[in-house]
Nanobody
Framework: QVQLVESGGGLVQAGGSLRLSCAAS????????MVWFRQAPGKEREFVSA????????YSADSVKGRFTISRDNAKNTVYLQMNSLKPEDTAVYYC???????????????WGQGTQVTVSS
């Protein structure tokens, strides 16, 4: 079965950096777009960044543009989210998800990881 396993979360001070990883198995990774979502306490899950199957196209929410970079290594079946200049409002559980094509809608994704907590202190 499809498994997505996130790692790399933690506690960091404002202005710091973290790199999240999401390792995929049980699917032809290079055929799937990969997306990062996040969910803060009491808020809905929201789109963060996406990358197409080839890696040629990436998309990011306005709130993270210029600070977060999504990338992938199809040889390692892994997608990454490099997060720089972190802010307290970036605090959330970060989830990776897979779909044949990019969608901004949470409801259109069937494959999800368990999430990794990112906490940014001020």
């Amino acid at each position: 079965q499809v498994q997505l396993v996130e790692s790399g979360g933690g506690l960091v001070q404002a202005g710091g950096s973290l790199r999240l990883s999401c390792a995929a198995s049980g699917l032809t990774f290079s055929s799937y777009a990969m997306v990062w979502f996040r969910q803060a306490p009491g808020k809905e899950r929201e789109f963060v960044s996406a990358i197409t199957w080839s890696g040629l196209n990436t998309y990011s929410a306005d709130s993270v543009k210029g600070r977060f970079t999504i990338s992938r290594d199809n040889a390692k079946n892994t997608v990454y989210l490099q997060m720089n200049s972190l802010k307290p409002e970036d605090t959330a559980v970060y989830y990776c998800a897979a779909r044949r094509s990019v969608s901004w809608s949470v409801s259109e994704y069937n494959y999800w990881g368990q999430g990794t907590q990112v906490t940014v202190s001020s």
